[in-house]
């Protein structure tokens, strides 16, 4: 069974800390992702990463970094937390690239105060 | 990029209903089409899925049909049951891609 586990089911933080969203995988995956759940929007892809040390932009980029210097182990760093990134967060991974099932981590729920 | 548009948002039908959720894409190249099935709660999982090589596949009361022509792509749930009641998203990818996009979801209530 993949598992992907993320760090923190709920997390509260002031404006402007810097924080720290970890996503683990143990399936030897290729492909880890970062998404943001918001209700009426589904799931926006922020980054994803194909390989160690490669991450490319996905649709909604702004204000968000990640790090990838394992395998199984994908960051998702927000340098400075606003309000408006209040929100559900999603990691997944996935085999490969292209057509693979993605194994869905049980989210983290940012609260920005 | 790709595109996943989705419809409805969302959908009520009475237990032994059937349900159909129905999405569209833009990029030509995308071939692998997922649905996801999200509980209060929970993480999204794995339901169905089809290549562009299959115009329609079956699993029990799912089933997913394939339009390449006009890039659309349906799900469709029988004999619905009240523990089917979930948000639903569809996906598309292409092989030489390695992002996915998603639809914005559908969520589906079941009466009893």
């Known amino acids: 069974d993949v598992k992907v586990t993320q760090s923190s089911r709920y997390l509260v933080k002031r404006t402007g800390e810097k924080v720290f969203l970890e996503c683990v995988q143990d399936?030897?995956?290729?492909?880890m992702f970062w998404y943001r759940q918001d209700p009426g929007l589904g799931l926006r892809l922020i980054y994803f990463?194909?390989?160690?040390?490669?991450?490319e932009k996905g649709d909604i980029p702004e204000g968000y970094s990640v790090s990838r210097e394992k395998k199984e182990r994908f960051s998702l760093i927000l340098e400075s937390a606003s309000t408006s990134q209040t929100s559900m967060y999603l990691c997944?991974?996935?085999?490969?690239?292209?057509?693979?099932?993605?194994?869905f981590g049980p989210g983290t729920r940012l609260t920005v105060t | 990029g790709e595109n996943v548009e989705q419809h409805p948002s969302t959908l009520s039908v009475q237990e032994g209903d059937s349900a159909v959720i129905k999405c569209t894409y833009s990029?030509?190249?995308?071939?692998?089409f997922p649905w996801y099935k999200q509980e209060l709660g929970k993480r999204p999982q794995l339901i169905i899925d089809?290549?562009?090589?299959?115009g329609e596949k079956k699993d029990q009361r799912i089933a997913v049909t394939l339009n390449k022509t006009a890039k659309h792509f349906s799900l469709h749930i029988t004999e619905t049951q009240p523990e089917d009641s979930a948000v639903y998203f569809c996906?598309?990818?292409?092989?030489?891609?390695?992002?996915?996009?998603f639809g914005a979801g559908t969520r589906l209530t079941v009466k009893p």
């Open positions: 399936m030897d995956h290729e492909n």
């Open positions: 990463s194909y390989d160690v040390k490669m991450k």
């Open positions: 990029d030509s190249a995308s071939n692998y």
């Open positions: 089809i290549r562009s090589n299959v």
């Open positions: 996906a598309a990818s292409a092989d030489n891609n390695n992002d996915m996009r």
């Open positions: 997944a991974s996935s085999l490969s690239r292209g057509g693979y099932e993605q194994y």
